[in-house]
C-alpha cells in the first residue's frame, strides 16, 4: 500500500504546543488546536452480525450489563457535551445501536437538549424497518446503513449471517421515514470487493442512497488486518473509473473523512474514506465514548477516560467537563498506523463505537 500522507496537524493556535492544563472553557479543543464538535456515543459493544473485519465468529465476551450506561447517564452527559463543551453533531453507534432498546429514549433527551445537535445512527440496517418511524419521531435526522454488497451470498460470508434483505428493506424505510440524505457504508472485501462496490453504487443510485467507502483499518478483534490486503481509496477509485465517470464534488470538503464524487455528472455521489492511506487526523473533530462510561480522543487512542466512575460517585458537571476536557487536550497528532511501531488499540472497533 502506498501511504500518501500522514494527515498529522501542525502545531497552530492560542493555546497550541502547551504543556499545561486544558483551557477551563471554551470549545472542546487539544494541543494541536482541533476543536471536537462531533460526538460519537457507543451504546452497546453487542451485535447480532459478525462481519469478518470487525468481530470473530463466536462474537466477544460482551461488557456487563451493569457497567454500561443508562439512558439517563447518556443524557446527562450529552447535555454536558452540548451546552458546555460545544458538541454540535452526535452519532449513536456500537456494537449495533438498533440492539438498545432506550435508542429511542437516548435520542428524544438529546433532540431536547439547547442548541440541539445534529443526529445521526450508525447501523447494520437489521431491525430498521421496524424502528425508522419512531427513530424519526424521537428527533433523529438521519441514518448511516452498512453495507458491503447486494450479492446475498458475499453478504453471507462477509457478516456470516443471511440477512441482506431485512437491511435492503430497512434502508427504503429509512428514506420512507425521512432519515435522509440516507448513506451507506461500505468495507470491501479484499477478493469480492472489486465486483461488489460497481454493483453496490449502482444498487445506491438507483435509491438515491449515498455510497461511503471506507478502507479496512487495523481495528478487528482478532487483529487479522494485513496491509497488504486493504483496498486502497486509490484502487477503489480505479475499479468506480472502469465503469461510472467521476468528478471531484466542488463542496468544501470540511473535516468530513470523505473525498465525494459525483458519478456521471451527478446528482448522485460516491465518497472514499481513506483513512489509513491519506489520514485526515489534522482535520479530526471528533470525541468518543463508549458504552461503558469512557472518552476515546481518538478510534485508536491506547489511553481512556473513565466518566463512568464519575458520574456513578456523585460528581457535579463542573468535575466532568473539566475530566472531559482534559481528556481531549491530550489527543496524539494522528493514529499513527503507518508508523513501524504501531499497536492496535485493546479495544476493537465494536466496542469503541465506529
Ligand atoms: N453495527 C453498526 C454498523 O455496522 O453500522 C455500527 C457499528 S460498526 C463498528 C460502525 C462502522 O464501522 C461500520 O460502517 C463498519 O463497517 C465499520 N467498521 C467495522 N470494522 C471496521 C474496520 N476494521 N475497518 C473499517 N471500518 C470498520
Ligand atoms: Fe456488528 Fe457493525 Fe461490527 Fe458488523 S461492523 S460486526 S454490524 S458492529
Redesign the pocket.
Given at each position: 500500500m502506498t501511504v500518501i500522507g500522514l494527515g498529522v496537524p501542525s502545531i497552530r493556535g492560542p493555546a497550541a504546543g502547551s504543556s499545561g492544563p486544558a483551557p477551563v472553557t471554551g470549545p472542546l479543543i487539544d494541543t494541536f488546536g482541533r476543536v471536537a464538535t462531533d460526538l460519537r456515543v457507543?451504546l452497546t459493544d453487542r451485535?447480532n452480525?459478525r462481519?469478518t473485519?470487525?468481530m470473530p465468529a463466536e462474537g466477544l465476551d460482551w461488557m456487563p450489563r451493569s457497567e454500561m450506561l443508562s439512558a439517563d447517564e447518556l443524557v446527562r452527559l450529552l447535555r454536558i457535551a452540548v451546552t458546555r463543551l460545544g458538541i454540535t453533531t452526535v452519532r449513536f453507534?456500537?456494537?449495533?445501536?438498533l440492539l438498545v432498546p432506550h435508542l429511542e429514549d437516548v435520542v428524544a433527551g438529546t433532540a431536547a437538549l439547547r442548541p440541539r445537535p445534529e443526529m445521526a445512527v450508525?447501523?447494520?440496517?437489521l431491525g430498521l424497518a421496524r424502528r425508522a418511524e419512531s427513530l424519526a419521531a424521537a428527533g433523529l435526522n438521519r441514518v448511516?446503513?452498512?453495507l458491503?454488497t447486494v450479492d446475498a451470498a458475499h453478504f453471507a460470508a462477509i457478516t456470516r449471517r443471511d440477512r441482506l434483505d431485512d437491511v435492503v428493506v430497512g434502508l427504503a424505510a429509512a428514506q420512507r421515514a425521512g432519515l435522509g440524505p440516507v448513506k451507506v457504508?461500505?468495507?470491501l472485501d479484499p477478493v469480492t470487493g472489486r465486483d461488489d462496490v460497481v454493483a453496490l453504487l449502482t444498487f445506491c443510485l438507483e435509491h438515491d442512497y449515498q455510497l461511503r467507502v471506507?478502507?479496512?483499518?487495523?481495528?478487528?478483534a482478532g487483529h487479522q488486518?494485513r496491509r497488504g490486503e486493504v483496498l486502497t481509496g486509490a484502487e477503489i477509485l480505479e475499479i468506480l473509473r472502469g465503469h461510472f465517470t467521476l468528478t471531484a464534488d466542488p463542496a468544501p470538503r470540511g473535516s468530513a473523512p470523505a473525498e465525494v464524487w459525483r458519478v456521471n455528472g451527478g446528482p448522485g455521489t460516491v465518497g472514499v474514506i481513506a483513512?489509513v492511506s491519506q489520514a485526515f487526523c489534522a482535520a479530526c473533530d471528533r470525541s468518543r465514548l463508549t458504552a461503558d462510561g469512557q472518552v476515546r480522543n481518538c478510534l485508536f487512542a491506547r489511553d481512556e477516560t473513565d466518566l463512568r466512575v464519575l458520574l456513578r460517585s456523585g460528581a457535579d458537571d463542573d468535575a466532568i467537563e473539566s475530566t472531559w476536557r482534559s481528556a481531549m487536550w491530550s489527543k496524539a497528532a494522528g493514529h499513527g498506523i503507518n508508523d513501524p511501531g504501531f499497536v492496535q488499540p485493546a479495544r476493537?472497533?465494536?466496542s469503541?463505537?465506529?
Open positions: 457507543s451485535c452480525l462481519c473485519y470487525c453507534t456500537g456494537g449495533e445501536p450508525t447501523t447494520n440496517g448511516n446503513v452498512s458491503d457504508n461500505a468495507v471506507i478502507e479496512q483499518m487495523p481495528l478487528d488486518w483513512s476493537p472497533m465494536s469503541i463505537g465506529g
